[in-house]
């Protein structure tokens, strides 16, 4: 099992950046595919971004692409998400989520492991 720890949400200004941690509790980080999920009020969850396990691979949803970055440290268990250019309709919950399945890498809702999600607040 994983446990993951999100961190580095706030308030900022539209333009700006956010950079989110993910720290992850276990010795098998290394097997694990992460992605980075966000979830606004009244909206369905929404794939963010992800990175395969070597971190060799990053898939990003559509409405971030050029904008966020995801990149993992496998020393640190941490996998990170670098957010520029920010827009209001970036705020939302933003959780971070582990599995061992290579095959559910862009798969909203069926990764195992989640974090309890930190909230990114967008100001226009």
């Known amino acids: 099992q994983v446990q993951l720890v999100e961190s580095g949400g706030g308030l900022v200004q539209a333009g700006g950046s956010l950079r989110l941690s993910c720290a992850a509790s276990g010795r098998t980080f290394s097997s694990y595919i992460m992605g980075w999920f966000r979830q606004a009020p009244g909206k369905e969850r929404e794939f963010v971004a992800a990175?395969?396990?070597?971190?060799?691979?990053?898939y990003y949803g559509d409405s971030v692409k050029g904008r966020f970055t995801i990149s993992r440290d496998n020393a640190k268990n941490t996998v990170y998400l670098q957010m520029n250019s920010l827009k209001p309709e970036d705020t939302a919950v933003y959780y971070c989520?582990?599995?061992?399945?290579?095959?559910?890498?862009?798969?909203?809702?069926?990764?195992?492991?989640w974090g309890q999600g930190t909230q990114v607040t967008v100001s226009s």
């Open positions: 990175i395969s396990w070597s971190g060799a691979n990053t």
């Open positions: 989520a582990a599995d061992l399945d290579p095959a559910k890498i862009i798969r909203t809702y069926e990764y195992d492991y």
